[in-house]
């Protein structure tokens, strides 16, 4: 893995973050979404917690790389029959969060979560990076039945990228 590679990713999502928080009147914060039932600052949070939730996973990863492949199979199996609870939380905690957070603090915590993954990313070895687990493939379209730590640092930059197109901004604040 290029780990140069997934920084420059990092950043420009941190760039492009704080570009579409700068940019975006309240009008178009409260905007509804493109394919979502989200305003626009609610499915903003909703990409920052893709970073959030990121590091938790990674969390999990760690536990289950190093347990026989059909625990992980299981837990994956197990999760993806939770997956209709999953998305009324999921729904919720970025309504919840878009709209009680407010932009400035979406900013900081965004610049917080991109830090602490740089340096989590400095810290894996190839080997660390090479294990993995299974995954909830109902969960997002993002993840694979079977994803490295690797894998798990490009996810949230992809669901970025995913959810950017449905924003719905259009006038400079």
């Known amino acids: ?27 178009d914060l409260h905007r509804p979404s493109n394919g979502t039932r989200w305003t626009n600052e609610q499915l903003l949070f909703h990409m920052l917690l893709g970073y959030l939730i990121m590091r938790a996973l990674l969390l999990l990863m760690r536990a289950f790389a190093r347990l026989p492949a059909g625990a992980g199979r299981a837990f994956a199996r197990l999760l993806n029959a939770a997956t ?8 919720a ?32 070895t190839e080997a660390d990076l090479a294990r993995g ?17 690797a894998d798990l640092y490009r996810f949230p930059t992809q669901h970025f990228h995913f959810h950017r197109q449905q924003l719905t901004l259009h006038t400079p604040r």
């Open 84 to 91: 209709a609870p999953f998305d009324v939380v999921n729904y």
């Open 1 to 27: 893995m290029d780990k140069s590679a997934v920084h420059a990713e990092l950043e420009q999502a941190r760039a492009g973050f704080h570009q579409l928080l700068d940019s975006a009147s309240e009008q």
């Open 133 to 149: 687990m299974h995954y909830p493939t109902r969960w997002d379209p993002f993840f694979q039945d079977f994803m490295t730590r």
């Open 93 to 124: 905690a970025s309504r919840l969060g878009g709209t009680v957070l407010g932009r400035e603090r979406m900013a900081g915590m965004f610049d917080r979560v991109i830090a602490k993954t740089h340096r989590r990313l400095d810290a894996e």
